[in-house]
Nanobody
Framework: VQLVESGGGLVQAGGSLRLSCAASGTTLSINVVGWYRQAPGKQRELVAGIRKGGSTDYADSVKGRFSISRDNAKNTLYLQMTSLQPEDTAVYYC????????WGQGTQVTVSS
């Protein structure tokens, strides 16, 4: 299983980014999938997820600003992030299968004030 994230970068506060996670060796459409993030000195936390039934979950801090989606044909997971704030600065990780599942290598998102 391989998960490859892309789309991170440096953006000013109020800006937007879209993260992508291309999967191989697994089928994202039949598994729990999610985006997590880890800021320096903090624990990794769930940002957004899609359950097996298709329902979505969001951390309170990103509700209304972030949107998770997947393209089953491309076997790719996305995270659209808008109204970014400095506190969103972190390494963002793609995941399938939950905490004991598979992880990507992470992509850095830095939001400047």
């Amino acid at each position: 299983v391989q998960l490859v994230e892309s789309g991170g970068g440096l953006v000013q506060a109020g800006g937007s980014l879209r993260l992508s996670c291309a999967a191989s060796g697994t089928t994202l459409s039949i598994n729990v999938v999610g985006w997590y993030r880890q800021a320096p000195g903090k624990q990794r936390e769930l940002v957004a997820g899609i359950r097996k039934g298709g329902s979505t979950d969001y951390a309170d801090s990103v509700k209304g600003r972030f949107s998770i989606s997947r393209d089953n044909a491309k076997n790719t997971l996305y995270l659209q992030m808008t109204s970014l704030q400095p506190e969103d600065t972190a390494v963002y990780y793609c995941n399938t299968g939950g905490w004991s599942g598979y992880w990507g290598q992470g992509t850095q998102v830095t939001v400047s004030s």
